[in-house]
């Protein structure tokens, strides 16, 4: 079993940052797909960013790429979402989520391919 923890959430004026970061229970950290998703209140959750387990690829929403930087620290069982320019739009809980490697071409942006789910952490950007 594999538990997902999330941190760094919080209150953010538009144009900050913040970095949240995901640790995991898991011995075997460097085998798993990480991901980070987001809900807003009234919305569906959203794809935000992934890493493959190596850390080899990393793929992005596009409402996020260039302002959002996926990274794994794979010695520390934790994965990172560096949040630059944050916007009013970004507020949401972020949700962390994590699924085995796999050699298959599967989506790296559909919650349901993802099998373990933190708690969510509220990040919040006022204008």
């Known amino acids: 079993q594999v538990q997902l923890v999330e941190s760094g959430g919080g209150l953010v004026q538009a144009g900050d940052s913040l970095r949240l970061s995901c640790t995991s229970s898991?011995?075997?950290?460097?085998?798993?797909?990480m991901g980070w998703f987001r809900q807003a209140p009234g919305n569906e959750r959203e794809f935000v960013a992934a890493?493959?387990?190596?850390?080899?690829?990393?793929y992005y929403a596009p409402s996020v790429k260039g302002r959002f930087t996926i990274s794994r620290d794979n010695a520390k069982n934790t994965v990172y979402l560096q949040m630059n320019n944050l916007k009013p739009e970004d507020t949401a809980v972020y949700y962390c989520?994590?699924?085995?490697?796999?050699?298959?071409?599967?989506?790296?942006?559909?919650?349901?391919?993802?099998?373990?789910w933190g708690q969510g952490t509220q990040v919040t950007v006022s204008s």
């Open positions: 989520a994590a699924r085995r490697s796999t050699i298959q071409a599967i989506s790296f942006s559909t919650a349901g391919l993802y099998d373990y």
């Open positions: 890493i493959r387990g190596s850390g080899s690829n990393t």
């Open positions: 898991g011995r075997t950290f460097s085998s798993f797909d």
